[in-house]
């Protein structure tokens, strides 16, 4: 990866870091990311309409942006399952499994972009979340901690994150990444709307009033730190991009631990601190 492609990334892991801890930190985290994609529909839409009269966007590419919305949908509705169920140092870190699965993929299908060294990174990334069970796994097993909600959500979120960004790799190939972005959006945005029904809109309007500055940040934020990735997928393999992203986990494991008191955190930083020993390994080799 290149200097730009790595400073960016990593801007990206913080940016995504910060909006899942606020959204974490909401009175209502399903009408927190209706509200969350309302915001992003509205703030976007000047520059969407800027760039629409210029794009051309072919039949795979409308494929592309339908198979991304759905994908991304259930990305979020595990997402906020897996902070219904358990500690956001917990959740997330374990939601961020994904460059093994992606790493897997790449094997046989980018083989010859990709290094010895840069696949060893990404999966020294996704196996690091494991150590975070560590202290349950040794208390109550593997099948107790399995059976759990928050580990059977955010290990489903994984494999969203696995789908999407697969499918994102091959969307950007047809369609302008912003475009991409703000299209796939609404469309992720119209089936978590179509989920909370008449009762999604009050509870939206509530949450937004109880915490409009913190929906209005992660509207903003969230959207962008995931161009940033899109940008990057243009000219990086699939994993490398998913494998840096990982650093997301250590500011995921602090912001839980300092504004949320969420405990276990010598465990927690471990398992973070392998993440970003193969995100640099990425860094270095791939």
Do not use: C
């Not at 974490?24 to 992003?40: E, H, N, P, V, Y």
């Not at 083989?111 to 999966?123: E, K, P, S």
């Not at 580990?151 to 302008?176: P, S």
């Amino acid at each position: 990866m290149t200097g730009v492609g790595i400073a960016l990334v990593l801007l990206s892991a913080l940016l995504h870091a910060t909006w899942n801890f606020l959204n974490k930190g909401s009175d209502d985290r399903w009408a927190f990311f209706l509200g969350q994609g309302i915001g992003t529909f509205v703030l976007y839409a000047p520059a969407f309409l800027w760039y629409w009269p210029t794009i051309h966007i072919d039949r795979l590419g409308w494929v592309w942006i339908a198979a991304s919305a759905v994908t991304h949908a259930g990305y979020a509705v595990f997402l906020l399952k897996s902070y219904d169920a358990g500690d956001l140092s917990v959740a997330y870190p374990l939601s961020r499994t994904a460059p093994m699965l992606v790493a897997v993929w790449d094997m046989f299908t980018v083989r010859g972009q990709l290094t010895g060294g840069g696949v060893v990174g990404t999966l020294l990334a996704g196996a690091g979340a494991l150590i975070l069970q560590l202290p349950a796994l040794r208390s109550r097993g593997s099948r107790a901690v399995l059976g759990d909600r928050v580990t059977r959500y955010a290990l489903t979120t994984a494999l969203f994150i696995t789908l999407y960004t697969i499918i994102d790799k091959q969307g950007v190939g047809h369609v302008h990444p912003f475009i991409y972005l703000y299209l796939t959006a609404i469309g992720e945005l119209a089936i978590i709307a179509w989920m909370l029904r008449r009762d999604g809109v009050r509870r939206t309007v509530r949450e937004f009033r109880a915490n409009t500055r913190p929906v209005l940040v992660t509207a903003a934020v969230g959207p962008f730190s995931y161009l940033l990735i899109l940008w990057v997928l243009t000219t990086t393999p699939a994993s490398y991009v998913v494998g840096l992203r990982q650093t997301s986990i250590v500011f995921g494991v602090l912001l839980g631990r300092i504004f949320l008191g969420e405990g276990e955190t010598a465990y927690r930083l471990t398992g973070a601190g392998v993440i970003a020993a193969g995100s640099v390994l990425i860094a270095l080799a791939g």
